[in-house]
């Protein structure tokens, strides 16, 4: 059984909070040191399942996979510098299918970049091609960071694709706790599902139509309407 507890870090903790307020349940994680503070915020809390994978080309392509069989979010997590690179395949899989998937890149703060410090690269938009949304955060736990974070997760839902969180920590970066020092300010947006009904026109026209067409679409991702019309007898849908 899992003992609930927390990294010392606010950021982590807003990270980790957010994720459980929006049912991220499936979190899977390549180890490494930077992210070591949401690695052990996300394997010591109930609400999460959490899957070990050192790979990150390997770990992402699990994530897609896991994403697209039970059409909800999954999350990656690695560590800082290139590791975040290796997972760019699986991001434009995720792009050009429609998939959402979230990608949380541990990070060295600002003033660490580009001065040779080991392990750093300019992540921040580092996915800017083949992305619905990328959450640059700041180092200090804010509210702003806790809406990039929620608009992050949003987006990745309502746009069917992978959202990119970046998220710097400074050192130390193993020290936990029992119970959070942040609590994230959230403000929910729904993000509603219209029900597909048929009028009595599209089922009169369906009905008498001699020969009919059924169009299967990959990932039932619908980016406009559809409706029935009649020609010589058959049945056609139209994109309008």
């Given amino acids: 059984m899992k003992v609930n507890s927390y990294p010392k870090i606010p950021l982590a903790q807003a990270v980790i909070e957010i994720f459980r307020q929006k049912e991220i349940q499936h979190i899977v994680i390549s180890p490494g040191s930077r992210n070591a503070p949401l690695t052990m915020g996300f394997t010591n809390q109930e609400a999460f399942t959490c899957y070990s994978l050192a790979d990150e080309r390997c770990a992402a392509?699990?994530?897609?996979?896991?994403?697209?069989?039970?059409?909800?979010?999954?999350?990656?997590?690695?560590?800082?510098?290139?590791?975040?690179?290796?997972?760019?395949?699986?991001?434009?899989?995720?792009?050009?299918?429609?998939?959402?998937?979230?990608?949380?890149?541990?990070?060295?703060?600002?003033?660490?970049?580009?001065?040779?410090?080991?392990?750093?690269?300019?992540?921040?938009?580092?996915?800017?091609?083949?992305?619905?949304?990328?959450?640059?955060?700041?180092?200090?736990?804010?509210?702003?960071?806790?809406?990039?974070?929620?608009?992050?997760?949003?987006?990745?839902?309502?746009q069917k694709g992978p959202a990119h969180i970046n998220v710097p920590f400074e050192e130390p970066l193993y020290e936990t706790l029992l119970e959070p020092t942040y609590v994230p300010k959230t403000t929910f947006s729904t993000i509603e599902e219209k029900a597909f009904t048929l009028d009595a026109k599209f089922i009169s026209e369906w009905q008498s139509a001699k020969k009919k067409l059924i169009l299967v679409l990959k990932n039932l991702v619908l980016k406009s309407t559809f409706n029935i019309f009649s020609y010589r007898g058959k049945a056609f849908l139209k994109s309008s």
Wanted: a negative charge; proline letters at 4%; charged letters at 15%.
């Fill in 61 to 158: 392509f699990f994530a897609l996979g896991l994403a697209q069989q039970l059409q909800k979010p999954v999350a990656v997590v690695c560590t800082s510098g290139s590791a975040v690179l290796n997972y760019y395949p699986a991001v434009a899989e995720a792009f050009y299918s429609q998939i959402p998937l979230l990608i949380v890149s541990a990070d060295r703060p600002k003033n660490k970049i580009d001065i040779g410090d080991g392990q750093t690269i300019r992540q921040e938009n580092v996915f800017a091609n083949h992305i619905v949304f990328s959450a640059n955060l700041t180092e200090n736990a804010s509210e702003h960071n806790d809406s990039l974070i929620l608009s992050a997760i949003e987006t990745a839902i309502s």
